[in-house]
Nanobody, 118 residues
């Protein structure tokens, strides 16, 4: 069993910054892609950013240049640095990881709320 636990959400004014963290724990053979998704009220969950075990990153167009994803493989942790936040970034942010433990499965965290006030 693998658990993902997010932290770092909160309330921030537009233009501010937040840093999200997500730690994976449990029986882990290897973690492949780790990513962040978000879901705003009344909208579908969408990919924000993801990073491979080798450090290759990809971003949604809406966050390019403002958000940075990174990971520490030794700590089974992924981060999302969010700068220049906008009210439209308000959502529940979920961590996701593709893990072999020993089967290859995708796991989700419980989510952390990010609220950006105008």
């Amino acid at each position: 069993q693998v658990q993902l636990v997010e932290s770092g959400g909160g309330l921030v004014q537009a233009g501010g910054s937040l840093r999200l963290s997500c730690v994976a724990s449990g029986i882990i053979f290897r973690i492949y892609v780790m990513g962040w998704y978000r879901q705003a009220p009344g909208k579908q969950r969408e990919l924000v950013a993801e990073i491979t075990s080798g450090g290759v990153t990809s971003y949604a167009d809406s966050v390019k240049g403002r958000f940075t994803i990174s990971r520490d493989n030794a700590k089974n942790t992924v981060y999302l640095q969010m700068n220049s936040l906008k009210p439209e970034d308000t959502a529940v942010y979920y961590c996701n990881a593709e893990v072999r433990s020993p089967y290859y499965l995708r796991y989700w965290g419980q989510g952390t709320q990010v609220t950006v006030s105008s």
